[in-house]
C-alpha cells in the first residue's frame, strides 16, 4: 500500500522568510496530493492540493510543486506571517478513491 | 451550515468501558472517514464509509467499530477500551466528485483511556 514520508518534523522560521516542507510518497499509482494545516484545538483544513497532471500549482504566498518520476511534493510557503505557524499535513492518494494516506506532519513556527 | 460536528469534545474512560463517538455532516457529503491522530504519527484513517449503509477497514481497525446510521451521521464505538486507544479522533467527510476530493475535518473528540 501507500506510504508517506514528510521532512522536518519541526521547522522554525523568521517572519518573512520562506519555508519548505519536503513528503514523499511510494505508489507511483498516487495521482492526487493535498496539503492539509491543523492549528491548535482544530481539525485539519486543505490549504492547497496537486494533481500529477500538474507540475506546479500556486495560490497567493503557497505553492506546491510535484516531481513524479522522484515521487516526491513539496510545500512552498514565502513571506511567511505568525498566522502560518500550525501542524502542516501532506497526503497522497489515487483518484477516485476514497482514502487518504497523510505523513507525519510538520510543526511550523514563525517568529515575529 | 455547520460543517462537520462531533460529540464529546473530551471524554475519559478507564480501561474495559465502551463509548460511541458521534458524528455529523450537514454538506450532503456521500463519503465519511474516521482518524486516529497520535503524536509523530500523523493522522491513520480507521474505518471510512462511501456512501450510506456501506463500511469499510481503514489502517488501524483493530478495536473499533462503526455504524454509518444513515447519509448525515457516522459513529465510531470503542466495545473495550484499552490506553493504546488513548488519542485524539477526527470525523471527516467529503464529496469525493470529479472535481473536488478535499476532506472536512471535525473539531476532533480527545479520547484518554486509563
Known amino acids: 500500500g501507500e506510504n508517506v514520508e514528510q521532512h522536518p518534523s519541526t521547522l522554525s522560521v523568521q517572519e518573512g522568510d520562506s519555508a519548505v516542507i519536503k513528503c514523499t510518497y511510494s505508489?507511483?499509482?498516487?495521482?492526487?496530493f493535498p496539503w492539509y494545516k491543523q492549528e491548535l484545538g482544530k481539525g485539519p483544513q486543505l490549504i492547497i492540493d496537486i494533481r500529477s497532471n500538474v507540475g506546479e500549482k500556486k495560490d497567493q504566498r503557497i505553492a506546491v510543486t510535484l516531481n513524479k518520476t522522484a515521487k516526491h511534493f513539496s510545500l512552498h510557503i514565502t513571506e511567511t506571517q505568525p498566522e502560518d505557524s500550525a501542524v502542516y499535513f501532506c497526503a497522497a492518494s489515487m483518484v477516485g478513491t476514497d482514502k487518504l494516506i497523510f505523513g507525519t506532519g510538520t510543526r511550523l513556527q514563525v517568529f515575529p | 451550515n455547520a460543517g462537520v460536528t462531533q460529540t464529546p469534545k473530551f471524554q475519559v474512560l478507564k480501561t474495559g468501558q465502551s463509548m460511541t463517538l458521534q458524528c455529523a455532516q450537514d454538506m450532503n457529503h456521500n463519503s465519511m472517514y474516521w482518524y486516529r491522530q497520535d503524536p509523530g504519527m500523523g493522522l491513520r484513517l480507521i474505518y471510512y464509509s462511501a456512501s450510506e449503509g456501506t463500511t469499510d477497514k481503514g489502517e488501524v481497525p483493530n478495536g473499533y467499530n462503526v455504524s454509518r446510521l444513515n447519509k448525515r451521521e457516522f459513529s465510531l464505538r470503542l466495545e473495550s477500551a484499552a490506553p493504546s486507544q488513548t488519542s485524539v479522533y477526527f470525523c471527516?467527510?467529503?464529496?469525493?466528485?470529479?472535481?473536488?476530493?478535499?476532506?472536512?475535518f471535525g473539531p476532533g473528540t480527545r479520547l484518554t483511556v486509563t
Open positions: 505508489d507511483s499509482a498516487s495521482n492526487y
Open positions: 471527516a467527510s467529503s464529496a469525493v466528485g470529479i472535481r473536488s476530493y478535499e476532506q472536512y
